[in-house]
Nanobody, 114 residues
Framework: QVQLVESGGGLVQPGGSLKLSCAAS????????MSWYRQAPGKEREFVAR????????NYADSVRGRFTISRDNAKNTMYLQMNSLKPEDTGVYYC???????WGQGTQVTVSS
């Protein structure tokens, strides 16, 4: 069955970095655009970044552009999110998503706090 498993979250100080991973299985990963979303406490889930199936077209939310980098390794069926210069407002649960199929992972918690 389809599985999306996020990992790499944790507690980091403002200005720090984290790299999230999303391991995919149960579908043809290399055929699909993939996305990252996040949900802060008390807020709606919001778009963070998107990458096309080939990995050469990316889009970012204005709030993370220039600080976050989305990438993928189709040989490993894995998508990544490198997060630099983290801010307290980046705190939330980060989810990977297959937009055209409605697949979601269980999420990984990112907390940015001193």
């Amino acid at each position: 069955q389809v599985q999306l498993v996020e990992s790499g979250g944790g507690l980091v100080q403002p200005g720090g970095s984290l790299k999230l991973s999303c391991a995919a299985s149960g579908f043809t990963f290399m055929s699909y655009t993939m996305s990252w979303y996040r949900q802060a406490p008390g807020k709606e889930r919001e778009f963070v970044a998107r990458i096309n199936n080939g990995g050469f077209i990316t889009n970012y939310a204005d709030s993370v552009r220039g600080r976050f980098t989305i990438s993928r390794d189709n040989a490993k069926n894995t998508m990544y999110l490198q997060m630099n210069s983290l801010k307290p407002e980046d705190t939330g649960v980060y989810y990977c998503n297959v937009p055209t199929r409605g697949y979601w992972g269980q999420g990984t918690q990112v907390t940015v706090s001193s």
